[in-house]
């Protein structure tokens, strides 16, 4: 009698949670959600993520979503909870309209604490990006006698002695991997310009170090995905003493943070000292550590307007020094791999023409002054202004970053979850992860016929602007750069494009300006499917030749 009691009880309850269960995980996502309206990519988009995150594991996550998009069009389902958005008017949306960031940017915390890239709420986001932001300004950059100062260290004394020595005939066969060698010297420039350069990194002279330290970052970037993608799995697997990432990585971040930890506390130290009046001031002197300065000012300012009151109180005022290396780290890892990938495409489709590299040095020999190495082997600095002036050395650097897109993988935010938002034809609820892509967003034929090509003439068509139609009657297949976001979009868009642009400009004409390339190995420059890809092989070989005038 009791056992038929017990059975009459828990039968019902148990058919009860399937019902609910089968609800809330097959029937509510795949048929009643707003979201069901919506192509999906995969049959089992609407009940389980698995399809899009064995792309991500697999790393062809791009590919597979401009494979989706084709077909499907520019809102696309890719989970339960996930979509993927292909169109300029879907990413105005989500990225000028201050959508938060998706937790999986989490990963990108330092030390323990955040960075400007990977804090998640747009205001905490808004304060930390306030006290760096103007030593980013196009303005600053322009204008900066540091910065100028610390480029010419890094070209007069390791970048050019290393490419002419190469062109020695002691250096048959005259091979340089410049995919190494522009990393580096990003590096070596990025950091100088956050933390001085006496105490910013020397890659470009030190080939073993160099090696050592670039083997690291390609281990730390290559084993995110259980950690970003599945962070509650990998930490509870962690707690029973299953590790999803290889304790390997960790060593290898460890050794990273402790790199540049110490060379941030070092820079404070720097400051500390020179506020005293202990050290001589280097405000404006190569080896002024720019963006560490602006920093401490920021953080000093915010103590003194808001105390504990501040949404930053916890991590940036009461963990100050790990805040600085948290922001330092990020604005040299992220500044020397996606520099160090455009500059190593561009370098290859320069190599591949004689003709275009004659036509780009006839352009830089109208900088004054130009850029020709002079009796001591050293090149002067003609100014950013003149470098912006330049259009063909423009144009081949805007289609090397659309062509190759260094940080092209998705970028996740979250709908607002205080009401729906309107993504094309489709209402979309608050709490979904939406995402779009510079490979995408890059491989729109409208504004990029032939996509896959590399062209640098289309920037140096007439381009319409201002609703103005163009020849063609339709002014969106001509405005490319309406449809280009290597650097994204929006308030939180690249904080370092300004001196991405104008160090990758730099470099490029002081190469240029001297010498001719040529391919000397370009096995395995396929590039990487990945949020920033990178050459397969790691490795494009190129042979310098210098260019004689007279």
């Keep these: 009698m009791a056992t038929s009691n017990i059975s009459d009880f828990y039968t019902p309850a148990v058919f009860t949670l399937v019902a609910i269960l089968v609800y809330r995980y097959i029937l509510y996502p795949a048929i009643f959600s707003p979201l069901s ?65 998706h937790e999986w940017y989490s990963l990108f915390n330092n030390y323990g604490v ?22 980013y300004s196009k303005s600053h950059i322009a204008t900066s006698p540091a910065l100028a100062a610390q480029a010419l260290i890094v070209l007069n004394r390791r970048l050019l002695p290393l490419v002419r020595a190469s062109t020695r ?19 070596d420039l990025v950091s100088a310009y956050c933390l001085g350069a006496s105490r910013g990194a020397d890659l470009v002279r030190r080939p073993a170090h160099r090696e050592h330290w670039l083997a690291l970052y390609a281990t730390r970037k290559g084993h995110g995905f259980f950690a970003q993608e599945l962070p509650r ?59 560490v300065r602006a920093l401490l000012a920021g953080i000093e ?3 003194a307007t808001n105390g504990e009151a501040s949404l930053v109180y916890p991590t940036a005022i009461r963990q100050r020094e790990l805040s600085v290396a948290s922001e330092v780290f990020d604005h040299v890892l992220a500044g020397h791999e996606t520099t160090g990938v455009a500059l190593t495409y561009l370098s290859y489709h320069l190599s591949r023409s004689l003709d275009l590299q004659r036509e780009l040095r006839r352009e830089l020999l109208t900088l004054k002054p130009d850029m020709r190495l002079d009796r001591d082997g050293k090149v002067r600095h003609p100014g950013s202004k003149q470098l912006d002036s330049l259009p063909v050395l423009h144009a081949v650097i805007m289609e090397s970053v659309r062509r190759y897109a260094p940080a092209g993988g998705p970028e996740p935010r979250v709908t607002p979850r205080s009401s729906t938002t309107r993504l094309g034809p489709y209402e979309v609820p608050g709490g979904v992860r939406v995402s779009a ?33 163009s020849p063609d009657g339709d002014d969106a297949k ?48 396929e590039p990487t499917d990945a949020y920033t890809g990178h050459p397969k092989s790691n490795s494009l070989y190129l042979r310098f030749e210098r260019v004689l005038d007279g």
Excluded at 50 to 79: D, Y
Excluded at 502 to 509: F, S, Y
Aim: charged share 25%.
């Design 169 to 187: 005939a002691s250096q048959q066969p005259h091979g340089l991997d410049v995919h190494s060698l522009w990393s580096a010297a990003a590096l």
């Design 301 to 303: 300012k915010e103590l």
């Design 37 to 101: 309206k919506i192509p999906k990519a995969h049959w089992s988009c609407s009940i389980s993520p698995a399809w899009i995150l064995w792309a991500r594991f697999k790393s062809r996550e791009n590919r597979t979503l401009h494979a989706a998009h084709q077909q499907h069009g520019p809102i696309v389902r890719v989970g339960p909870n996930e979509l993927s958005v292909n169109s300029i008017e879907a990413v105005k949306t989500i990225y000028q309209g201050g959508f938060e960031k």
């Design 437 to 469: 892509s510079a490979y995408n967003i890059h491989r729109d034929e409208t504004a990029f016929p032939d996509p896959e090509k590399w062209d640098h003439t289309r920037w140096l068509q007439p381009q319409c602007s201002g609703g103005a139609e």
């Design 114 to 135: 955040p960075c400007t890239f990977s804090a998640l709420q747009q205001k905490h986001h808004a304060i930390r990006k306030r006290w760096v932001s103007h030593v």
């Design 233 to 291: 799995l990998s930490r509870a697997l962690r707690l029973v003493g299953v590790r999803l990432t290889p304790s390997w990585v960790d060593a290898a971040n460890r050794e990273l943070e402790a790199w540049c930890k110490e060379r941030s506390d070092a820079a404070i130290r720097f400051l500390e000292r020179e506020q005293r009046g202990e050290e001589k001031s280097a405000l404006d002197t190569a080896d002024d550590p720019v963006v």
């Design 478 to 525: 001509s405005d490319v750069n309406r449809h280009f976001w290597g650097f994204s979009s929006g308030g939180r868009m690249c904080l370092g494009s300004n001196f991405a642009m104008h160090e990758m400009k730099l470099i490029v004409a002081a190469i240029y300006s001297n010498y001719t390339s040529h391919i000397v190995d370009d096995e395995g420059i």
